[in-house]
């Protein structure tokens, strides 16, 4: 984990870094991604642009997937569409056996919407 990451996760619970690590090894099948530390989140990117953002909470994470429609699932906590063809779908994950193929899919399809893996 990077030093940024290190420092955002430092004020929650272990399980928090642990689910952050389990997204990246549920991302890595996809081929290589780009993680941009911003003030309190971090942003994974693909080549042209980013496709979700982490955000550390006291005992978990909050997981925005931007895709191009609203995922239509109760593990949905809430959807925005934010133009004509994105969408941001909020996933609050409090556990890492949540990190399951049907969301790795969708971090599959958002990494597919910003311009596929890096390099």
Do not use: Q
């Not at 619970?13 to 941009?36: F, K, N, Q």
């Not at 309190?40 to 997937?65: D, E, K, S």
Request: aromatic share 6%; charged share 25%.
């Amino acid at each position: 984990m990077t030093d940024d990451a290190v420092r955002l996760f430092a004020r929650s619970d272990p399980v928090s870094a642990w689910i952050y690590r389990c997204l990246l090894g549920a991302l890595a099948p996809y081929g290589p991604i780009r993680v941009e530390p911003k003030r309190t989140c971090l942003h994974l990117c693909g080549a042209r642009a980013a496709f979700a953002g982490v955000h550390p909470r006291r005992a978990g994470l909050l997981l925005t997937i931007r895709l191009a429609a609203p995922i239509e699932s109760p593990r949905v906590r809430r959807s925005e569409r934010v133009s004509a063809g994105r969408a941001h779908n909020d996933v609050l994950l409090t556990d890492p056996a949540e990190v399951d193929e049907e969301l790795a899919g969708w971090l599959g399809e958002g990494l597919r919407l910003a311009g596929g893996p890096v390099g």
